[in-house]
Every structure is written in C-alpha cells, then in structure tokens.
C-alpha cells in the first residue's frame, strides 16, 4: 500500500501508486518483521532469513549494483552471501543501506556507507556483501536512519555510526562509539535527522532535529519535556500517543 517507487512494495507490478493493501508473494514463507527505507524494503521470515525489495544500486538487498539495482518481488538478501547459513533475528532499512542482526547479537550492515553508517572502520563507500560491524559487543536492537546508524549492546548501552547531521549523533564516525550521558536504554530508533531513545519508564531523549520543525513545538499532548537544548527529553503517559505525534 502506497508508493511504489523501485518496486519497494514486492508486489512485482509497474504501478507506481497501490491504493488499497496488497498481499505480498513470500513463496509461503512466515514473515515476522518488516522495515521500510527510502527506496528499499526488508522483511524477516520466522526462519531468519532476511528478504528484499526495492532499489539495490547501493548493494543493500546483497545483489552487485549496475547489474540489476531494482528488484519487484522479494530476493534472499544473503543468497550470495558468506553468511547465508546464519539466523537473523532483526532488519532495518535506512537509507540506501541495510542493517542485519544475527542470534548471536553480531550486527553487520551492507550498502551505502559514504558516511560511515554500516560502522565497518573502512574507506569503502559501498558493500554488496554483509559485513560485521566493527564492534567487538553482543548487541540486543539496530535502527538503520538516513546517513546514521543507532545500535543497542545487550548491557543496554546505545551506540552511534555515520553522520551526525543536526546533531543526530554527537559526533561523525566510522565505527560506533557509545552515546554518552545514556544508559539503561530499552529501545532505540534512528530517523531521518534525529535518534530517539526510550527506557523501560517510557522516558524519551531525542537528539536531533525533527525534521523542518523545533523540537519543542511538537503536539505532544500526553509527553511533558523535561530537557531542553540539542538533546531533549519527554516523559509520556501514553508511550503510542507520543509515537503518534512524533510522526504527525
């Protein structure tokens, strides 16, 4: 449902625009979680495998860009892979990029990395292939955003990745390095501009900017901010009401 630009939706038609909610061919298979990207979708069957649909001009569904980005109907993400034999447990699509959580809690990333959002300490722009994150910590949650990257360690530690535009990230990086001044994390979230960070009391920082709008003008109805500046935290009284104003 909705645009269908690159084929993201997996539906395997030509039409740019899905008025009404379409079932998409998974050969049978369970799926268990989907992720949405700018221009690429992926989805988690119950068996672990990661699938893919949309643009992979970067490499981010695993297939070698130039040679065919777009792809209507949805590809095994690892079928040219290395790690094909592992079992994912987590995906999330960013922009041009994939990140990848197996059972082991290795995060890897494939795609675009211009920015250093795949956290791989390299000069490559692009990776076609799945590779691991550099970062020797088991980790519990990724969130893939535009040109950053959020990841959660199993000590409930977040860390950052790629550009830090408008202050999404405190600084740029190629490799994640722990978010300062956060700790006992329950769950993270990158986005276009800005990271969220929610904890098991349904306190919520959010660093960044949200897009063309001031942090603080937001509706949130049932969220009272209780920080100010670069960084701003609420505490919500209805954790769905606050992710509904966030988004409209």
Request: hydrophobic residues 40%; negative net charge; aromatic residues 10%.
């Amino acid at each position: 449902l909705g645009h269908n630009n690159m084929g993201k939706l997996g539906l395997n038609l030509d039409d740019l625009i899905i008025l009404l909610p379409t079932n998409i061919n998974f050969d049978n298979k369970d799926v268990i979680h989907i992720s949405a990207g700018d221009f690429h979708t992926l989805a988690l069957t119950v068996e672990g495998v990661p699938y893919g649909m949309g643009s992979s001009f970067f490499g981010q569904l695993g297939r070698a860009q130039f040679i065919r980005n777009e792809y209507h109907s949805p590809i095994n993400v690892l079928e040219e892979s290395d790690v094909k034999h592992k079992i994912f447990i987590k995906v999330s699509a960013g922009y041009h990029f994939s990140l990848l959580l197996d059972s082991d809690g290795i995060a890897y990333g494939v795609g675009s990395n211009f920015f250093g959002q795949l956290g791989t300490n390299t000069e490559s722009t692009w990776r076609i292939q799945p590779i691991v994150m550099d970062l020797n910590i088991k980790m519990k949650a990724i969130s893939a955003g535009s040109y950053h990257s959020i990841f959660l360690s199993a000590a409930l530690q977040p860390y950052g990745t790629g550009e830090a535009t408008r202050h999404s990230l405190r600084q740029s990086s190629k490799i994640p390095l722990p978010l300062t001044n956060l700790s006992l994390i329950h769950q993270v979230f990158a986005y276009d501009f800005y990271s969220m960070f929610l904890t098991k009391e349904e306190s919520i920082t959010i660093w960044g900017t949200l897009g063309e709008k001031n942090e603080q003008t937001l509706p949130f109805s049932k969220c009272k901010v209780i920080g100010g500046g670069v960084s701003i935290s609420f505490q919500c009284d209805d954790i769905l009401q606050f992710r509904h104003c966030l988004r409209g």
